[in-house]
C-alpha cells in the first residue's frame, strides 16, 4: 500500500540522509516544529526512545505517570497554542492507555499525533507480546491511522498526518510504528504535506449562502448567536468580534467556545445549555433567527430537539459539512471556514443595537442573579460555595489565566464564573466529559504557555483519576495553580442522585485520602482552607506563587449546580432551583 | 419518513483500513447492511463500495455526510433504485439427478434466463443474475428439490447519472500544482 499525498512525485528534489526509521520518526517531528512531546516508554517503541536521547536538546520529551496523562498533556498543549500536540507510547497496554485522550480529542476537535510502537512485523497477527490492533481499535475516535510496517514509509505518512490533524477540523491521528520499521534503516527526505486528493479541509465558500445569512440577519428583531469552539480553531475571534458589535446581536456561548469572546463584553450573554445561564436558554425558543457559529448543537447545548428553537429561522457557519442538519434542521446552511465566511458577512451586515431585545436578556440575568448567583457569590455563613473560590481567582488573576477544568458541579461552576479577557483561555473536556482530564491538560498548558497563569480546578473525584501527573508536575517544575474543590462526593452524580433517583446516594460519597500530605509527597507547596476567612489570602498566595501549588478548598458536600435543563426537557424547561 | 433501499456509492482510495471505518459508521448508528461490495471502479487506483441499507432518506444522508468525512473517501453519493441500473448473481447448487429427472427444473431455468454454469456428475450449478426478485422467484421454485447450496452476491450497481469522480480528481490536482 501506499500512501497518496499531492506532492508524491514532487518530492525527489529534497536531498536525503540515511537514518534508522527511529530516527526519522524524530526528524519528521523537528520538520513540523515539535519541541515537546509526551510520552512513556515500553519495548516496541524503545528504538524511537534511544533516539529521543540523542536528541534531548531538540525534542523535549515529558515522562508522563501515564499515557492517559501523555494524550491529555499534548491537548492542554494543544488547546492553548493552536499547535499539534503529540503523544507516544508502547504498543499493548501503553496503546490502549491513550484510548481516552484520543477519543476525548476526536470529539473536541483537537489536533493531536499518538505515536504508538508496535511489535515487529513478522509477528503481526500471532498475538505476540503486547501486541494489540490498535489501529483496529482507535479507528472510529481517530480524524485518520495508520501503520507503519517498513521505515521508508515514516516521512510521507507523518507529512500526511500532521496535514490532517491541524487542518479542517481538526483531530486526533494515530501512527502504529513496527519494531523492524524503527530499526530498518531509510534515506531520510522530508516534504509537508499541503493536500491529499481524497480530503477537502474546507468546503468551498458559497457567497449566496452568506448574503441570505446576511439579510435573516439583517431582518431579525430578535437574533441570537450561539458561538462554539470553531471561532477558536478557525483563529477568526477578532472578526467574530467585529461581526457581534457591528450587528449588535447577543451572543451566547457553548463550553467549548468559552474565552472566544471575552467574557465581560457587553453583548456577551453567557452560556447556553443543560448549565447555561438563564437568559440565553429561555430565549433560544423566543429568537426569531439563530446563529449557530462553529458549534454542533450537542445535545447537552439543545436539550429535547423536538422543542428546540422551532419558531426561529436557522443559520449555521459550519466548517463540516457532516453537521449540518445533523441535529438541528439548518434553514441556511453556511459552510467554510468561519474566518473566511465571517469576513464576507461582516460586509453584508447593517449596523443595529437591538437595545429591546437585551433588556430581555438582563430581564432574565437579574432573575438568574436573584435566585442563584447572588447566593452562591455572596454567602456569609454556612460553608463555602464552588463560586466563591472561581470569584476570588477572578479577583486576583483579573481574567488573565488559563483555566483548565475537570468534569462535574466544579466544571460547570468554572465556566459559569470564570472570566476570561483573551481566547484559548478555557481548557475543559466537553464533548466526552473524561474526568482526569484537567491535571495533565494543565501541565501541558503550561508547557505551551509558560509565560501565562495556569489554574486548575478539580473535583476530588477527577483528581484520583490522573493523580499521579502530580509526579510529572513536580519533575517539570510547571507551575501549575491546583485548586482542588473537595466537596467528599462525586457531586454531579450525586446532584443527579438527588434530584432524580430520590437520595440515594450509591457509591458516590468518597472516603478520601489526605490530599495536602500526598501533595506534600511530591515536594509540591501546598496550602488548604476549610473556612471561608481563610479564602483570600489562600488564592492570593497562591496567586504569588512562582512554583505548582497545590491548594484544598472544603466545599459545601451537597451543593447543587443551576440552573438546570434536566435531560429530555426544553431549553426554555430551564429550571433555577 | 418511510424507510426504502438506498444504493450508498463510495469512491476510495485503495486502504486496508477504509472498510472498518465505513463499517463503524454503519455500525454505530445501529444500521443493518443488506449488501455491501468493493471493487475498482472506472478510475484508475480507485476503489468502489456499493452498500445497499433500507433506512430513510434522512439518515441516509447524515451517513453518507460522515462516509465522505473519512480521509481516503473521494466522494460518496446514494441514490434510489429509480436512479440506478443493479444487478444480483445468485448460484444454485442442484443435485443431478434431481436436475435430468425433473423437466420442471429445466423449464424453470429457461423461463428465467438462467445459465448452467457447471455441470458434473453428481451435480449442476445454475448462475441468475438480474433484481432480487427475479434471484428469489427462482430460490422459491428450486428449493423444494432440495437445493444443496445457495449464495447470493451484494448489489452491483451503476447510475443513470454521471458520478463524475475523475472530475473531482482533476480538479484537485489542478487546485495544488502551483
Ligand atoms: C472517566 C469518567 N467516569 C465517570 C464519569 C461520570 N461522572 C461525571 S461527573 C462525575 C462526578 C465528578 O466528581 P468530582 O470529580 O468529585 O467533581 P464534582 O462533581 O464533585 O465537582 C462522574 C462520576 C465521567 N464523566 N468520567
Redesign the interface.
Known amino acids: 500500500?501506499e500512501v497518496?499525498t499531492?506532492?508524491f512525485e514532487k518530492k525527489t528534489i529534497h536531498s536525503t540522509t540515511t537514518v534508522s526509521g527511529a530516527e526519522a520518526v524524530i526528524k519528521c517531528l523537528l520538520e513540523e516544529g515539535i519541541d515537546t512531546i509526551y510520552g512513556y516508554p515500553g519495548g516496541a517503541i524503545m528504538p524511537v526512545y534511544d533516539e529521543l536521547y540523542k536528541y534531548q536538546d531538540k525534542l523535549h520529551h515529558v515522562l508522563t505517570r501515564h499515557e492517559q496523562g501523555a494524550t491529555h498533556a499534548a491537548q492542554g498543549y494543544a488547546r492553548v497554542t493552536g499547535k499539534v500536540g503529540v503523544a507516544i507510547a508502547t504498543s499493548g497496554p501503553g496503546a490502549t492507555n491513550l484510548i481516552t485522550g484520543i477519543a476525548d480529542a476526536q470529539i473536541d476537535s483537537t489536533p493531536l499525533i499518538c505515536i504508538t510502537g508496535q511489535v515487529g512485523s513478522h509477528l503481526l497477527g500471532s498475538d505476540a507480546f503486547q501486541e494489540i490492533d490498535i489501529?483496529?481499535i482507535s479507528?472510529?475516535i481517530t480524524?485518520?491511522?495508520?501503520q507503519i510496517t517498513k521505515a521508508s514509509e515514516i516521512p510521507e505518512v507523518f507529512a500526511k498526518a500532521f496535514y490532517?490533524a491541524r487542518s479542517g477540523r481538526p483531530g486526533p491521528v494515530l501512527i502504529d510504528i513496527t519494531k523492524d520499521a524503527q530499526f530498518a534503516s531509510m534515506d531520510f527526505s522530508y516534504k509537508k504535506c499541503?493536500?491529499?486528493?481524497?480530503?477537502t479541509p474546507f468546503p468551498e465558500v458559497n457567497l449566496l449562502a452568506v448574503q441570505r445569512a446576511a439579510e435573516a440577519m439583517n431582518q431579525a428583531k430578535k437574533p441570537l448567536i450561539v458561538f462554539g469552539q470553531g471561532v477558536i480553531l478557525g483563529e477568526a475571534e477578532a472578526l467574530f468580534k467585529q461581526v457581534v458589535e457591528k450587528s449588535g446581536i447577543p451572543a451566547a456561548w457553548t463550553i467549548l467556545g468559552l474565552s472566544a469572546l471575552e467574557t465581560k463584553h457587553p453583548l456577551n450573554v453567557g452560556m447556553v445549555g443543560m448549565h447555561g445561564n438563564y437568559g440565553p436558554n429561555m430565549l433560544t425558543n423566543e429568537c426569531d433567527v439563530l446563529i449557530a457559529i462553529g458549534m454542533r448543537f450537542d445535545d447537552r447545548v439543545t436539550g429535547n430537539l423536538e422543542q428546540y428553537a422551532k419558531q426561529a429561522t436557522v443559520i449555521h457557519f459550519e466548517i463540516?459539512?457532516?453537521e449540518?442538519?445533523?441535529n438541528v434542521k439548518a434553514d441556511i446552511p453556511v459552510l467554510g471556514n468561519v474566518k473566511e465566511t465571517l469576513q464576507l458577512l461582516l460586509e453584508f451586515l447593517k449596523p443595529n443595537e437591538h437595545t429591546a431585545w437585551h433588556q430581555e436578556f438582563k430581564d432574565y440575568y437579574a432573575k438568574e442573579y436573584d435566585k442563584v448567583i447572588k447566593h452562591e457569590l455572596n454567602a456569609s455563613e454556612g460553608e463555602l460555595k464552588m463560586a466563591e473560590v472561581i470569584d476570588e481567582i477572578n479577583t486576583c488573576f483579573k481574567g488573565d489565566a488559563i483555566i483548565v477544568s475537570d468534569v462535574g458541579q466544579h466544571q460547570m461552576v468554572a465556566c459559569r464564573y470564570a472570566k476570561f479577557n483573551s481566547s484559548r483561555s478555557n481548557v475543559t473536556s466537553g464533548g466526552l466529559g473524561t474526568m482526569g482530564f484537567a491535571l495533565p491538560a494543565a501541565l501541558g498548558a503550561k508547557m505551551g504557555c509558560p509565560d501565562r497563569e495556569v489554574v486548575a480546578i478539580i473535583g476530588d473525584g477527577g483528581y484520583q483519576m490522573t493523580i499521579q501527573e502530580l509526579g510529572t508536575i513536580f519533575q517539570t517544575k510547571s507551575a501549575v495553580k491546583i485548586v482542588l474543590l473537595n466537596n467528599g462526593f462525586l457531586g454531579m452524580v450525586r446532584q443527579w442522585q438527588q434530584m432524580f433517583f430520590e437520595r440515594r446516594y450509591a457509591s458516590t460519597e468518597l472516603v478520601n485520602p489526605d490530599f495536602i500530605t500526598i501533595a506534600k509527597g511530591y515536594h509540591i507547596k501546598t496550602n488548604q482552607v476549610t473556612e471561608r476567612s481563610q479564602l483570600k489570602d489562600a488564592v492570593r498566595d497562591m496567586f504569588e506563587a512562582n512554583e505548582p501549588y497545590f491548594l484544598e478548598v472544603k466545599v459545601e458536600k451537597e451543593e447543587n449546580v443551576f440552573p438546570m435543563i434536566p435531560t429530555g426537557a426544553a431549553v426554555s424547561e430551564i429550571r433555577l432551583e | 419518513m418511510e424507510k426504502k433501499n438506498f444504493t450508498v456509492s463510495v469512491y476510495?482510495?485503495?486502504?486496508?483500513?477504509l472498510l472498518?471505518?465505513i463499517a463503524?459508521i454503519f455500525l454505530?448508528r445501529h444500521i443493518n447492511i443488506e449488501s455491501i461490495t468493493a471493487s475498482k471502479s472506472e478510475v484508475n487506483g480507485v476503489m468502489r463500495f456499493i452498500i445497499v441499507v433500507n433506512v430513510t432518506e434522512e439518515k441516509v444522508?447524515?451517513i453518507v455526510?460522515?462516509i465522505?468525512?473519512q480521509?481516503?473517501?473521494?466522494k460518496a453519493f446514494y441514490h434510489t433504485d429509480e436512479e440506478l441500473i443493479y444487478q444480483e448473481t445468485a448460484l444454485y447448487k442442484i443435485r443431478s439427478a434431481d436436475f435430468v429427472e425433473d423437466l420442471n427444473i429445466q423449464d424453470f431455468i429457461k423461463e428465467t434466463n438462467a445459465r448452467i454454469v457447471t455441470v458434473t456428475p453428481k451435480f449442476f450449478v445454475i448462475e441468475k443474475t438480474g433484481k432480487r426478485q427475479e434471484t428469489e422467484n427462482l430460490y422459491e421454485k428450486l428449493k423444494p428439490y432440495g437445493l444443496m447450496q445457495f449464495v447470493r452476491s451484494g448489489t452491483i450497481a451503476v447510475s443513470k447519472n454521471e458520478m463524475q469522480i475523475s472530475e473531482i480528481?482533476e480538479k484537485?490536482?489542478t487546485?495544488?500544482?502551483s
Do not use: C, H
Open positions: 500500500m497518496k499531492a506532492n489501529v483496529g479507528t472510529p480524524k485518520w491511522n495508520y490532517i499541503s493536500g491529499i486528493r481524497s480530503y463540516d459539512p457532516a449540518i442538519n445533523k | 476510495t482510495e485503495n486502504n486496508i483500513g472498518s471505518r463503524a454505530k444522508i447524515k455526510g460522515q465522505e468525512k480521509i481516503e473517501v473521494i480528481l484537485f490536482n487546485n495544488t500544482v
